[in-house]
């Protein structure tokens, strides 16, 4: 009987290849959609989950309360490190990095820029990172170790083995190789080339002076728990660690930030976890379903449509003896026989798109034949797609009465157009959705992009701070000047795309209640005129005025919180000093695109430094220019490579996620439209072919061509416009939800809901008025002979 099966499955195929091409080119290009988008929320929901302690490991953040709200930060004070191995007994360990940064590393000859962290010897007994060669214990106890990746080691010593071998880091210090580690893996939140031990970081100055400091929040920590259960009892031992250490003008608690929530769980709103990338995985997951039933309702509307051609072979079925769950059975094996080489094609077209779809998202993904996990998605979603899509052809055509069946009595085909009407409706529900939704996305990126953002691009460029920059950095400059290649320059804490730091700054009649913080700019002269910002009021820094140190200038939002009547000359306190305010600035846009511009302040104060930002000559040739610069630096700074970055193109990072999120959005949106399509034509095809015998009738009465295909066209219209009616609604309510989440943001344009529903039926019409026409057009005499 399974042979029979098997048999009649083949022949059904080959005898209706046009619709056997539709069902499986449709759900071929569903389940590869799905495959791919899966591919990227598995890679992102992997984040940090190869540690073997993932769910004991913790960051320390806080919550600090000021200004009417609690604000969430990461930023803690460095005795933090060594207070939370004394906070509670639940705590095995704690460990302690910066932020991650670049730094030289030299070997002869080689000179590589690499990224690394400074780290305390914990770390790598923690975290658990692979080494290859070293002890985890000790790679890291000696204040002149480095530990190396192992890409590292092969760039810098080539086959020869690593340790005890010296690197040069920042052309300052000569530190020795204890350990080498294996490469770090992509969905890890630390990325790093090499490690350096925090008892080297601690023979800097600005770290013995914040050593017993609690004040100063520049640090990271993160604890290890002796289980994961304890997080809740832990956090109330350590809750009011900083109170207790005389943080006492604002309630600032400590609390704990799962490893497991890092990458998807990263925003915070008054305390409260608010979302993070874990919404674009949601998003993407409902995309992949909604085209995964898409393709199935294609299917289902295919094989319900074409049952009156399979009435009879039912009916027989039942009249030599077949019970019903047997012809279920077979249907169901013809469905899944379907789904099974639609997901073959799938896979093989998967691999085929993988290359332009890593460069797409920016990864490297691949598909994991050698998982048990991906033969469980993979039968898992088989067996989805067939039972789903065969599921209503196959109880309804065998709830056939063989006795009708065989007497010619059941009109099936227009007797399951309901059903069928439904499905396509919600086929268009669906693809009108992902289509006002792609626009929306496309409209809000746009508006962010578009923003004024306060300063000039064109032409600014930005070199990282080293030691002899900071000795020759006057020199540099007048030589720069002098080369008729610059027009400005200026040093910085911070590039002009970054905030690096925030501080509290008090005035005049602030509120008793209230306190904000403030972005913080510590820089030299000229970085007003540098950035090309816009001064409002007052002047800059100017070497013309000795007590310009005492200075200090604010941005417009400062502005309108502090509300001063007479601002200029106006005494502000920062860090227990006043600050004569001499100037007002634009906004200037440096944090997320996509939120409000907040208070900012600019000091002088020039030994707090990390960039250098260099102004070009516009009317000079670029190449000619960045040669003249790039002399200059290799004079002062012979121990590094000249390198530098053009701020308009580090401005466009920050739309990295965002425009991934557009383009994927926007693929898989069209993707979707294009198996409704497939099936809406093939539907079209059947009730054309249905209506043949209708068509020639009309035509010999007198019909004309146009007013056939209007006919034809006509019910199909009507699905269209009933799933507008529904779907608008639905996107209008859902995706006013999703832009809440952006501080700057648009109003949904009216015009996007009319736009869609129109392209939305043009699309459907030309689909339909092809087959349509074909049926107009054919012969009257070869339909109406037989009648």
């Given at each position: ?30 389940i ?25 490991l ?10 009417g ?7 803690v004070?460095?005795p933090?490190y ?7 007994s639940?705590?095995?360990n ?11 590393l ?17 770390f790598l ?13 000790q ?6 170790a480095?530990?190396?990746s ?9 086959d ?34 090499f490690l ?6 601690e023979?800097?100055?600005?770290v013995?002076?914040?050593k ?6 520049s ?17 109330k ?12 003008q604002?309630?600032?608690?400590f ?43 294609n ?8 049952s ?18 047997e ?11 379907i789904?099974f ?15 332009f ?41 065998s ?46 990126i ?6 004024d ?7 600014l ?15 540099i ?12 320059v ?6 002009i ?5 925030n ?16 972005a ?76 409000q511009i ?42 590094y ?32 439209v ?6 809406l034509?093939g539907?079209a ?14 035509k ?31 996107a ?12 700057y ?7 996007v ?16 008025s092809t ?17």
């Amino acid at each position: 009987m399974l042979k029979n099966y098997v048999l009649v499955t083949f022949r059904n195929l080959m005898k209706n290849r046009v619709y056997s091409f539709i069902n499986i080119a449709g759900l071929s290009i569903g389940i590869t959609c799905s495959i791919l988008i899966l591919l990227w929320v598995f890679d992102e929901l992997s984040f940090d989950r190869f540690h073997p302690k993932t769910d004991r490991l913790f960051q320390v953040w806080i919550n600090a309360t000021f200004d009417g709200r609690i604000n969430s930060w990461t930023s803690v004070p460095l005795p933090t490190y060594e207070g939370m191995k004394t906070g509670d007994s639940h705590i095995v360990n704690s460990v302690i990095t910066d932020w991650g940064g670049e730094h030289m590393l030299t070997v002869g000859e080689t000179r590589l820029v690499k990224q690394g962290y400074y780290a305390s010897e914990e770390f790598l007994t923690m975290f658990e990172f692979p080494l290859l060669k070293g002890d985890a214990k000790q790679v890291l106890a000696d204040a002149h170790a480095i530990v190396i990746s192992e890409a590292t080691a092969k760039a810098l010593f080539g086959d020869a083995d690593p340790i005890n071998q010296v690197i040069r880091v920042d052309d300052e210090e000569d530190l020795k190789v204890t350990g080498v580690v294996k490469n770090v893996p992509e969905n890890s939140t630390f990325q790093f080339d090499f490690l350096l031990p925090w008892k080297y970081n601690e023979t800097h100055q600005w770290v013995k002076d914040n050593k017993n400091n609690w004040g100063n929040y520049s640090f990271q920590v993160f604890v290890e728990l002796d289980k994961a259960e304890n997080e809740v009892a832990t956090e109330k031992a350590i809750v009011d660690m900083l109170t207790k250490h005389g943080e006492t003008q604002d309630l600032r608690e400590f609390y704990l930030h799962p490893l497991a929530r890092w990458r998807l769980h990263s925003n915070f709103e008054n305390g409260k976890e608010n979302g993070g990338m874990i919404e674009y995985v949601q998003m993407f997951t409902v995309i992949a379903v909604f085209i995964l039933v898409i393709a199935c309702i294609n299917f289902m509307n295919l094989a319900t449509a074409r049952s009156e051609r399979r009435a009879r072979e039912v009916g027989i079925r039942k009249s030599v003896g077949s019970r019903q769950f047997e012809i279920i059975f077979q249907f169901l094996g013809e469905s899944l026989f379907i789904a099974f080489l639609a997901f073959v094609i799938a896979v093989l077209l998967a691999e085929l798109l993988l290359p332009f779809y890593n460069d797409l998202v920016g990864k490297h993904l691949r598909i994991a034949y050698e998982s048990p996990q991906f033969w469980v998605y993979s039968l898992s979603l088989v067996l989805f797609t067939g039972l789903v899509s065969g599921s209503y052809p196959a109880f309804y055509l065998s709830s056939f009465q063989p006795v009708k069946v065989l007497k010619g009595k059941v009109q099936v085909g227009r007797g399951a157009s309901t059903p069928r009407k439904v499905l396509v409706i919600l086929q268009f529900v669906f693809s009108i959705f992902l289509i006002i939704g792609t626009l929306v996305i496309y409209k809000q990126i746009q508006h962010v992009k578009s923003r004024d953002i306060g300063y000039s691009q064109k032409g600014l460029i930005t070199v990282d701070y080293t030691t002899d920059i900071g000795k020759n950095y006057k020199t540099i400059k007048q030589e720069l000047l002098q080369s008729g290649a610059v027009k400005a320059v200026t040093k910085s804490n911070s590039p002009i795309t970054q905030i690096y730091s925030n501080n509290f700054l008090n005035w005049p009649g602030e509120a008793p209640d209230r306190r904000v913080i403030f972005a913080t700019i510590a820089t030299e002269y000229d970085y007003v005129k540098t950035m090309g910002i816009k001064l409002l009021e007052g002047r800059d820094f100017s070497e013309d005025f000795k007590s310009d140190t005492a200075a200090i200038l604010v941005n417009k939002a400062a502005m309108d919180i502090m509300q001063l009547k007479d601002p200029i000359g106006t005494k502000l306190d920062l860090w227990g000093k006043k600050k004569e305010l001499i100037g007002i600035v634009d906004n200037v846009l440096m944090g997320s695109p996509d939120r409000q511009i907040g208070p900012m302040f600019i000091v002088l104060q020039p030994d707090w430094i990390s960039a250098v930002s260099i102004r070009l000559d516009e009317t000079k040739d670029i190449k000619e220019s960045l040669a003249r610069v790039e002399a200059v630096f290799k004079k002062y700074n012979p121990a590094y490579p000249f390198e530098y970055t053009f701020v308009d193109v580090e401005f466009q990072k920050k739309f990295t996620n965002i425009n991934m999120i557009s383009r994927l959005a926007s693929l898989f949106a069209s993707l979707a439209v294009v198996i409704t399509g497939l099936g809406l034509f093939g539907l079209a095809a059947f009730t054309a072919e249905q209506r043949t015998k209708e068509i020639g009738i009309r035509k010999v009465l007198g019909a004309s061509v146009s007013s056939l295909v209007g006919l034809m066209s006509r019910d199909f219209s009507k699905l269209v416009i009933i799933a507008f009616v529904f779907s608008a609604p639905l996107a209008w309510w859902l995706l006013n939800s999703y832009l809440e989440r952006y501080q700057y943001r648009i109003e949904i344009p009216w015009w996007v809901f009319p736009f869609t529903g129109v392209l939305a039926l043009i699309f459907a019409l030309l689909i339909v008025s092809t087959q349509a026409m074909r049926a107009a057009r054919s012969n009257p005499v070869n339909s109406l002979r037989n009648e």
